[in-house]
């Protein structure tokens, strides 16, 4: 397992994934629940079929897939279908991040959970934990941008998360990430050489 565990979180939008790879770059492993949640429910899988019992085979698409968009409208809608939805995805995401944190060997990695605040019990186990913060006018203008949402649904996906408030409350280290990725890149790599010294001192 990694000496150092830093789980990475942030709003919708606020720019996980660029950071992840930022980290990338420098030769972190980052492992992402996005990723995790597309990989327990692949055809075959016992949470792909427990899903179409709990929902119907409307929540698959045509090659038997899970149909992502429609799940989306689904459970932003209604808070007992993501209950429902969460509840059998989430102790599958754990479990993955968890093993590949287990089988991670450098001096530290990268987990990068969305829903961290809301699941914060669960990974108590991290070391340290990094917001990307963004205000929420960029996270809509970046939502109907690069989703191609209407500003309704973009509000909708930002309340269905933690506040920004809870989660900077939770924060170890914030990167405020409203500029370019070139600005990104030079504020992950200040904390890239904090946190290798932190994983030094912790072996």
């Known amino acids: 397992m990694s000496a150092f565990v830093v789980a990475l979180t942030g709003g919708v939008a606020s720019g996980k994934s660029a950071t992840e790879r930022c980290f990338e770059a420098l030769g972190v492993h980052a492992y992402d629940a996005d990723v995790a ?120 996906m930002i309340a269905a998360q933690a506040s920004r408030e809870r989660r900077l409350g939770i924060a170890d280290d914030v990167i405020v990430n409203e500029g370019s990725e070139a600005e990104l890149a030079v504020k992950v790599g200040e904390l890239h050489r904090r946190y290798l010294e932190l994983s030094a001192s912790a072996r």
């Open 37 to 156: 949640a597309r990989a327990v429910v692949e055809p075959g899988s016992e949470a792909l079929a427990e899903i179409a019992r709990a929902f119907g085979t409307d929540a698959l698409d045509s090659e038997g897939r899970l149909d992502r968009p429609a799940m989306r409208k689904r459970v932003f809608d209604n808070l007992l279908a993501r209950t429902t939805l969460e509840g059998i995805l989430h102790p599958r995401i754990r479990a993955w991040l968890h093993d590949a944190v287990n089988a991670d060997n450098g001096p530290y990695c990268i987990l990068s959970i969305p829903l961290l605040v809301e699941n914060r019990a669960n990974y108590e186990w991290v070391d340290r934990v990094l917001v990307v913060d963004v205000p929420e006018a960029i996270q809509i203008e970046r939502l109907t941008r690069r989703d191609g949402v209407d500003e309704e649904l973009a509000r909708k």
